[in-house]
């Protein structure tokens, strides 16, 4: 078994989700059933690491002097070891997630605290005694951010700790451009995105085709696929097809993603090979959509 710890660098955000059964009526009210709840990709992903077997889960993250007391409190209560720096100037971030029918979302985002990390929240001995470090994407689309994770990329490289990067939002990467997005994670061990973020990046339709060409600027890729799995790829061609457990009634499938990345990474840290970490991902990620929000409900009985 490995040894050593996850640090996640990414976000922290207040999840508003909204669940509405039917279509919304634009100019007037809809039936919805709301949640406040605490979420953000890179806190997400560490909360399912620690769901998901992993002792030793960290988030470096900026969250608002409003409500970083409540999120800290959240993180510990999941098992994390919550690194926040107080931005007294920005409120943390806030997702609005609205939830269809059939438990797809679509969010609205104001990034607030979020992209505002900064390199001097960085300390090179926050890699002390890890195993993997883990990249939120959204950092990535802004200058102050993207300095800071930058550094950690490198600090990683450095002293041989392997580096995984969730691209995060197809919408955002469209606007930085997938040629700028793929030259900063060049050479990373392992890349997560989903189908729609690989088409994006590759502007080849079909995610098989897609992840086996990531896979040329990363170690690995792991492209999900929802409900179908994942694909997995490396050297330049797909390695491994991983399905997905069944879910009879999904809820919700905000923070899926993160769940599958949780539970993958924990995994590789437990020493799993790829295919055993991608179904061990895909089981937390089935756990996910059956929950409301991005982060682990009560354990199932």
Not at 109 to 117: F, K, M, N, W
Not at 184 to 209: I, Q, S, Y
Not at 225 to 246: E, I, K, N, Q, S
Request: glycine share 12%.
């Amino acid at each position: 078994m490995t040894e050593g710890g996850l640090l996640v660098v990414g976000d922290v955000v207040t999840d508003v989700v909204v669940r509405h059964g039917s279509a919304v009526v634009h100019g007037t009210d809809t039936p919805a059933r709301i949640s406040t709840l605490p979420g953000g990709a890179g806190a997400n992903v560490a909360c399912w690491a620690v769901r998901s077997g992993c002792r030793d889960a960290r988030l470096l993250a900026r969250a608002g002097a409003d409500s970083e007391a409540w999120h800290r409190s959240a993180l510990e209560r999941a098992g994390v070891r919550p690194l926040l720096s107080v931005d007294e100037e920005a409120p943390t971030g806030t997702v609005v997630a609205l939830v269809d029918s059939s438990a797809e979302r679509t969010f609205l985002t104001d990034s607030g605290a979020v992209l505002r990390l900064s390199p001097d929240d960085w300390s090179a001995s926050l890699l002390d005694g890890v195993a993997r470090l883990h990249l939120s994407g959204y950092l990535l689309f802004a200058a102050t951010s993207r300095a800071t994770a930058q550094l950690a990329l490198r600090e990683a490289r450095r002293r041989g700790i392997p580096v995984s990067v969730d691209p995060a939002s197809a919408g955002f990467l469209a606007v930085l451009g997938a040629g700028a997005f793929l030259d900063l994670v060049e050479g990373v061990d392992l890349l997560l995105p989903n189908a729609d973020e690989a088409r994006e990046l590759t502007g080849l339709p079909d995610p098989a085709d897609a992840a086996a060409k990531l896979s040329r600027h990363a170690g690995r890729v792991a492209v999900t696929l929802g409900d179908r799995g994942v694909l997995l790829a490396a050297g330049g061609m797909v390695t491994a097809r991983v399905p997905a457990p069944a879910v009879p009634d999904p809820i919700d499938s905000t923070g899926a993603g993160d769940a599958f990345t949780g539970g993958f990474l924990a995994a590789l840290i437990a020493g799993a090979d790829g295919a055993a970490a991608a179904a061990a991902g895909c089981r937390a990620g089935a756990e996910a959509v059956a929950t409301v929000g991005g982060r682990p409900g009560p354990r199932p009985a």
